[in-house]
Each structure stands twice: as C-alpha cells, then as structure tokens.
C-alpha cells in the first residue's frame, strides 16, 4: 500500500467510525473536525487520480478552433448511406482543416478515411471531434460489439483507439465470421489530467447518447444479433449509467477507475456484467472511493461489487486490445459466449 492509499483508507476509518480524531460527530468540535477530514479526503482523492493520470503519456487534446463543415444528417439513414455521406463529410472536414494551415489535424482525419473504404455511423469534425466507425457487415453480424473509450480520445488520437476496434475484429473474425465491432466515440471525453474526469459530469451526458444509439443497432441488426458493450476507463462510468436494453448480452468494464454505483446490480442493464484488471495498469493505484460528486466509490474488480472476473494477464491501462495479449483473449471469449470464457 501506498502511503497515499494508506493516509485515505485511515481517514475512511475515521469517518465510517463516526468519531473523528476520537470526538463525537455529534459535537460541535466533532463536526467541524468531521468537515476538515471530508475536506483533506478530497484533496487526496484528487491528488491521486491526478499523480496516477500524469503517470502516463497524454497525447495533445485536440484544439477547439479547427474549422469543419455541420455534420451530416444520417442518424436514421441506412448504414450504406450514413457511410457515404459521413465520409464525404470527413473529407471536407480534412480539406477544410489544412486551408485553415491545421496540418496536423488534416493528416490525421485523411488517415480516418482508410483510402475511402472507412465506414462512419456518424462524423463530427468539430472541436475535439466525434466519430461511430463500424468494422465488419453490421447487417448481417450476430455478434456486435460496441467499444466505449475513455479520457482523451478524440479526433486527434484516433487512432490508437480504432487500432483496438481492427484488433478486436480480427480476432472475433477468426473464430465467428458474422462479427462487427463498433467503435463509439460519441461524447466528449474528459481530459486525463483535468476536474472533469474526477466526477460523473461527461458519463452522464454520454449515457444520453448511448443508450439511443444501441437502440438503432438493435433496429438495424439481425433479429438474432447479440450485443456486447466493452467499456474502457472512463468510459465504463459511461456504461453504467447507460440503460442497454435487451440485446445487451454482456457489458464489460476494464481499466476501470469505479463506477459510481456500490454493485453491478445496481447498474441499469439486464447483462452479465464483467470485469477485469491488468496487473501493470496504473488505474489500480487510484483511491476508490467517492465524497460527494468526486470519485467513483467501489472498485469493480473488486469481490464487492459483484461484477463476473476475467482474466487480463500483465497489460498497462492502454494495452487491453493489442494483439496477443491475454485481455484481448478473455474479450473475444465473452464477446462470442465461449463457455470457458476466461476467469481471474
């Protein structure tokens, strides 16, 4: 244990005992020394999250002045359609970006575009950027995965987020042929290193868009299409706070900082909820615990909250979906209902 861990579990003793630095709460010294230790519990608690963010390379966030065209209207179109008219939009927004000398911006949306073959559900080239992009026949598929990420993935850092979604895929495919994964970046992520990834602020408005679009995949899926939600760091506080509806097999959290609820049950999904960890992922050292509107309260790989274990061998916070690796083995498993699939 830390000695940051150990200042905050001794300070929740203090205050789950009720008396404080041994004074009644009742009293009002009590009270005020009750305040001090909810104060200082908070400045840890933040201190952490922050010490344990700045512990890993941040990639720039993207500006908020790039110039893009509105985005397309295709959120009840076919996915055929919804394809062509956001990657025509992603073009525009690329071409838009380099007269505007965003070079930088511009070369990564045109790497977006995979040589014209990409298929986006929905594109949004403004500010930080939104994308839906879907890898496999989303019609034909019975197993559809969604990818929810977590801080700092925008427009800017695409691409390691998408080189997860193809490695996903790949391996699915490998097993199940009629298989397609979505990646979701549909809200605005918090930074790593910011006052919004400390509280449920970003997940809650996400969650508002969430469960919406897995009600369209639901529409344009197969009858017998069975759906998986696979949600990263900050993205699993999305997840659960996100009611999935009843195609929603599985609901999957890793690297997760918490969730805001004390269990799985309480999460509003009728899904086996899962969890995992990897041993060299650094979110394991944040405090998980929960004052006020900060924190995320109980850690979901946790016995406590109830959530199904899987096994994610020694990966770091941003590795779970590489190649080869062990988590992205025991995702797959749950993903195609593998009987074995595999336990912590």
């Known amino acids: 244990m830390t000695r940051l861990e150990g200042r905050t579990e001794g300070h929740l003793a203090e205050l789950r005992d009720g008396h404080p630095e041994g004074r009644p709460e009742g009293r009002p010294e009590g009270r005020r020394t009750a305040a001090?230790?909810?104060?200082?519990?908070?400045r840890t608690l933040l201190a952490g999250l922050v010490a344990a963010a700045v512990a890993v390379p941040v990639s720039a966030a993207a500006s908020s002045d790039v110039p893009a065209p509105?985005?397309?209207?295709?959120?009840?179109?076919?996915?055929?359609?919804?394809?062509?008219?956001?990657?025509?939009?992603?073009?525009?927004?690329?071409?838009?970006?380099?007269?505007?000398?965003?070079?930088?911006?511009?070369?990564?949306?045109?790497a977006m575009a995979a040589e014209g073959t990409a298929q986006f559900l929905a594109f949004d080239g403004r500010a930080r950027g939104r994308a839906v992009e879907v890898f496999g026949d989303l019609e034909t598929a019975d197993r559809i995965t969604v990818l929810v990420p977590g801080s700092d993935t925008t427009l800017d850092t695409y691409q390691r987020f998408r080189a997860g979604a193809v490695a996903l895929h790949q391996r699915l495919k490998a097993e199940h042929d009629r298989s397609a994964v979505v990646a979701w970046l549909g809200y605005d992520t918090p930074g790593t290193v910011s006052a919004t990834v400390l509280t449920a602020g970003r997940a809650e408005e996400a969650a508002a868009g969430l469960a919406p679009f897995l009600r369209r995949l639901e529409e344009l899926s197969v009858p017998e299409a069975r759906l998986?939600?696979?949600?990263?760091?900050?993205?699993?506080?999305?997840?659960?706070?996100?009611?999935?509806?009843?195609?929603?097999?599985?609901?999957?959290?890793?690297?997760?900082?918490?969730t805001g609820a004390a269990s799985a049950s309480e999460l509003p999904t009728a899904a086996r909820v899962w969890a995992g960890r990897g041993a060299d992922d650094w979110i394991g050292g944040v405090p998980h615990v929960r004052v006020?509107?900060?924190?995320?309260?109980?850690?979901?790989?946790?016995?406590?909250?109830?959530?199904?274990?899987?096994?994610?061998?020694?990966?770091?916070?941003s590795d779970y979906l590489k190649p080869g690796t062990e988590s992205l083995d025991s995702l797959a498993r749950i993903v195609l209902g593998t009987p074995e699939a595999p336990r912590a």
């Open 70 to 110: 509105i985005p397309a209207a295709t959120e009840r179109a076919a996915p055929r359609e919804a394809y062509a008219a956001n990657l025509a939009n992603l073009a525009e927004a690329a071409r838009t970006a380099r007269d505007a000398g965003r070079t930088g911006r511009a070369d990564r949306l045109q």
């Open 228 to 258: 998986s939600l696979l949600c990263h760091s900050y993205g699993s506080v999305v997840c659960a706070r996100t009611a999935t509806g009843p195609k929603v097999g599985d609901l999957v959290l890793y690297g997760s900082p918490g």
């Open 292 to 317: 006020g509107a900060v924190g995320f309260g109980t850690d979901p790989v946790s016995p406590a909250f109830g959530a199904r274990a899987f096994a994610a061998g020694r990966v770091a916070h």
């Open 36 to 42: 001090r230790l909810r104060g200082r519990l908070r």
